[in-house]
T-cell receptor, first 111, second 109 residues
Framework: EPEVTQTPSHQVTQMGQEVILRCVPI?????FYWYRQILGQKVEFLVS????????KSEIFDDQFSVERPDGSNFTLKIRSTKLEDSAMYFC?????????FGPGTRLTVL | EDQVTQSPEALRLQEGESSSLNCSYT??????LFWYRQDPGKGPEFLFT???AGEEKEKERLKATLTKKESFLHITAPKPEDSATYLC??????????FGKGTRLHILP
């Protein structure tokens, strides 16, 4: 069964450093998403991506964040200068519009 | 402002004791309501998508229904392996997806 994969599973970084979270969506999907979930809180939408451009973004997705689909398979989330409050689980998802599949997540810890 | 409210926050049931979880929503131009199951430390697992009032979908012991203001996830004769957090989310006309806080379900053997 096809699945969304994410790497790394856990990333520890120092405040102010740049991090890149990677995702490989399901191959025939066209819509991709990034979400975050702070420990004990709800899943929060960050950004949706379609046809090689951002289709919608939330208030959380400020200038520190960027997304890219550098090749035909990877989908990345970059945080330019991490803050302590960026510590969370980051989930990638892809969809064929009817079903949305999530990856296992990357746990980001900012020290 | 788009909003999703799930109730109850937590629910403990005996094995075999059927119940329902509620998801109330206000959204500008509903383009889909989703139910997910999330186990601790894992990503949400897709269960259902509903698009219009009156629609129902079933999968094993779960059935999801939708009205213009809320959705229910009915669990029939649950088993301990159904224990998880159940998440509801809506997609609005701008393609944003808003999640509720979830219902933590615990099925006792």
């Amino acid at each position: 069964e096809p699945e969304v994969t994410q790497t790394p599973s856990h990333q520890v970084t120092q405040m102010g450093q740049e991090v890149i979270l990677r995702c490989v969506p399901i191959s025939n999907h066209l819509y991709f998403y990034w979400y975050r979930q702070i420990l004990g809180q709800k899943v929060e939408f960050l950004v949706s991506f379609y046809n090689n451009e951002i289709s919608e973004k939330s208030e959380i997705f400020d200038d520190q964040f960027s997304v890219e689909r550098p090749d035909g398979s990877n989908f990345t989330l970059k945080i330019r200068s991490t803050k302590l409050e960026d510590s969370a689980m980051y989930f990638c998802a892809s969809t064929n519009l009817n079903e949305q599949f999530f990856g296992p997540g990357t746990r980001l810890t900012v020290l | 402002e788009d909003q999703v409210t799930q109730s109850p926050e937590a629910l403990r049931l005996q094995e075999g004791e059927s119940s329902s979880l509620n998801c109330s929503y206000t959204v500008s131009g509903l383009r889909g309501l989703f139910w997910y199951r999330q186990d601790p430390g894992k990503g949400p697992e897709f269960l259902f998508t509903l698009y219009s009032a009156g629609e129902e979908k079933e999968k094993e012991r779960l059935k999801a229904t939708l009205t213009k203001k809320e959705s229910f996830l009915h669990i029939t004769a649950p088993k301990p392996e159904d224990s998880a957090t159940y998440l509801c989310a809506v997609r609005d006309r701008d393609d944003k997806i808003i999640f509720g806080k979830g219902t933590r379900l615990h099925i006792l053997p």
